[in-house]
């Protein structure tokens, strides 16, 4: 990459990513449900936040390291779940889990992976959830979660807003399918993919959606797994203390990066109801809509745990494969350590409730 259009932020990666990355994968990955009301929100509501920093605060050694579940993280960021990530590169999600790594970070592997949940286990040293879905045939499911286990991953974040895939119209213009190329290769155990058009694979996932799935579901997996268990998809206070109830380990207040139920609250706004729902029983993350450290920083001081960010680590990717993606954590740590210092904030662990005005 010359020195001329090195990127400086996630922006610069977001518009060299699309003039890389074919029209029909590009809506697959950036587009949302419908009108998209909610996609735009994400960002959106960010920028509504106002920072009121502290002065003359001791900030010559700024600490933006905290833990997640216990596991420590050189800044509050991690990589949310992200399907077939060989869209965009071949390495996919060995190369993003190999960035995480690199950062310091957690990565959060979706089941919708373009590699086994296996290999991208083996291609990075560094700390990884599996994402899952609690699918109709809980044969399926139990054997994901015993072959995470067994790779070693070190929580699992079930999702649990999509009891029926939302309305993408991008794709539907687009006529949107995966290449050849790209297969779920997590499924080979469970349906022949090889020589296969991807429709088939599609039908079969269709069939093992639940749309019946209840909090029952929820103790069950808990009761088969000596893992932590994450629910993903929580926008309702309600739910969040549920959640809590059934005693989960986190929650990650989430609306699917916009690709579900349009019109929902985007993140940002729901977090602080939830984090007060939730009452310090479980740890609190958010993903969608971050895009700059001091979008980090308004997440903590509003109760967040950690980020997750998705779509601006998949541009990175697209960009430089595995170097694009982890420059793309490069910036947004240091650009988060800078804005922990120009708030008066010496701690990532200790960022105070009144940093945000509304």
Not at 233 to 238: E, K, N
Not at 300 to 308: E, N, T
Not at 309 to 335: F, Q
Not at 347 to 357: I, K, Q, T, W, Y
Request: hydrophobic content about 45%; glycine content about 8%.
């Amino acid at each position: 990459m010359s020195r001329s259009v090195e990127p400086v932020n996630l922006a610069d990666y977001e518009a060299l990513a699309r003039e890389r990355v074919e029209p029909g994968a590009w809506g697959y990955l950036t587009g949302g449900a419908e009108d998209e009301v909610t996609l735009r929100d994400n960002l959106a509501a960010y920028q509504r936040l106002r920072l009121l920093p502290r002065v003359l605060v001791d900030v010559s050694s700024v600490d933006p390291a905290t833990t997640v579940l216990g596991q420590r993280v050189a800044f509050p960021v991690l990589l949310a779940p992200t399907a077939f990530q060989s869209l965009v590169h071949p390495e996919g999600e060995r190369a993003s889990a190999r960035a995480a790594a690199a950062a310091g970070t957690i990565a959060v592997v979706s089941t919708m992976s373009g590699y086994r949940l296996e290999d991208v286990a083996a291609a990075s040293p560094g700390p990884k959830w599996f994402q899952l879905y609690c699918y109709r045939e809980r044969d399926v499911t139990r054997r994901l979660v015993e072959r995470a286990e067994a790779a070693g991953y070190g929580a699992i974040c079930l999702t649990v807003d999509l009891p029926r895939v939302g309305n993408r119209e991008r794709d539907l213009r687009n006529r949107f399918s995966l290449p050849p190329t790209v297969r779920p290769r997590n499924f080979e155990d469970f349906v022949d993919l090889e020589g296969q058009p991807n429709e088939v694979f599609f039908e079969y996932i269709q069939r093992l959606v639940d749309p019946s799935l209840t909090w029952d579901a929820v103790d069950w997996l808990r009761s088969i797994t000596r893992l932590p268990v994450l629910l993903k998809g929580i926008l309702s206070p309600a739910d969040a203390k549920r959640a809590a109830d059934h005693g989960v380990a986190g929650i990650v207040v989430s609306n699917h990066g916009g690709r579900q139920l349009d019109g929902v609250p985007a993140t940002i706004d729901a977090l602080p109801e939830i984090v007060q729902a939730v009452g310090g029983r479980a740890e609190v993350l958010v993903d969608g809509g971050a895009r700059r450290g001091t979008d980090v920083l308004k997440a903590l001081a509003l109760g967040a745990k950690a980020v997750l960010i998705g779509r601006p680590y998949v541009y990175g990717l697209a960009v430089d494969g595995e170097a694009g993606a982890r420059r793309v954590l490069e910036i947004l740590k240091a650009e988060f350590e800078l804005a922990l210092a120009l708030a008066g904030c010496a701690s990532a662990r200790d960022v105070p409730r009144e940093l945000v005005r509304r």
